[in-house]
């Protein structure tokens, strides 16, 4: 099928190169513009997407806009049947999604209609979630609205952080995509709407949700501490009385009396700290002003707690 992909991140290139190993005529790909990056800002680093695009000598769009009808007669040149998007970063205008012969669909890391929106992973993690999953829909106008076409799971470990499972989910949506567009093509794919009873929606991340609150209980704060890692990652000040960025927790089932917030042992385990609901949060790897990234027990050479 003669497909047009549109994508950004590293989330994206499992898709595009499922398309391609498929067989697939990848006719096109868009992708967000090029990033400043360096000390001064003056170089420009290229997206996943489109590293991967140029890989397979595919051609590449980056319009800065796609309501001012450049993008759509770029399309309209490329004649798709089909469009295809994964973690774009952009909405669709009705004209563009009214393009293709075969619709427009998308690749969305969340079993919807749970977690519309930009950070459906992290949300996942961050809320304790056992499982989560990969979602293939058609795209429409309202945000992750449309019908849902095929999905698959996987479970979420209790210790693992929000990487490992974007991966998993990045590999995941490639494999379903390609089942879903031969489904597209054969004419037998089932299309099912959303309950909207069920929406739920994964806001985007910023460094207001960082800071800790203690008096949670050691698993949401745990959970917490995966779910935002690498970025903005969570932050403490109890540990020095600056603010301390946490990587790694664990939960030891360990129970005090400790009030919220205290640290009740430091050593090459890590360092314990009581938490709202009478258990300890052990942290395993840290980050304090100034420094990289260690473990708690490389942080207590330098830095003793009584």
């Not at 960025?245 to 400790?258: E, H, I, T």
């Not at 917030?261 to 258990?279: F, H, R, S």
């Amino acid at each position: 099928m003669r497909i047009v992909f549109m994508g950004t991140p590293d989330f994206a290139v499992p898709s595009l190169e499922a398309l391609i190993a498929a067989g697939h005529e990848v006719c096109g790909v868009f992708s967000q513009p090029d990033k400043p990056v360096g000390r001064h800002q003056n170089k420009l680093k290229p997206t996943p997407v489109k590293e991967c695009a140029l890989a397979h000598n595919i051609p590449v769009f980056q319009p800065a806009r796609l309501r001012d009808g450049a993008a759509l007669a770029q399309l309209k040149k490329l004649a798709p049947e089909l469009i295809v998007v994964a973690a774009y970063g952009r909405l669709l205008p009705d004209e563009i999604l009214a393009l293709p012969p075969k619709g427009c669909i998308n690749v969305h890391s969340s079993l919807l209609p749970k977690y519309r929106g930009s950070a459906p992973i992290h949300w996942a993690v961050v809320n304790g979630d056992k499982e989560t999953g990969v979602t293939i829909m058609d795209v429409v106008k309202e945000l992750d609205g449309g019908d849902i076409l095929a999905q698959a799971s996987t479970p979420i470990g209790p210790d693992e952080l929000v990487e490992a499972v974007h991966d998993r989910l990045a590999a995941l949506g490639g494999e379903l995509l390609v089942k879903t567009v031969a489904q597209i093509e054969a004419g037998t794919v089932r299309r099912t709407p959303q309950d909207l009873a069920q929406v739920t929606y994964a806001p985007m991340l910023s460094r207001e949700l960082s800071p800790i609150d203690w008096s949670q209980s050691a698993w949401a704060i745990h959970n917490k501490i995966r779910g935002l890692n690498p970025w903005p990652a969570t932050s403490t000040d109890v540990i020095s009385g600056d603010t301390v960025k946490l990587y790694r927790s664990a939960v030891p089932g360990k129970a005090v009396s400790a009030a919220p917030g205290t640290i009740v042992a430091a050593g090459k385990d890590g360092i314990d700290i009581a938490c709202g609901d009478g258990q300890v949060l052990r942290v395993l790897e840290l980050q304090a002003p100034g420094s990289r990234r260690m473990s708690a027990a490389d942080y207590l050479r330098g830095h003793p707690l009584s």
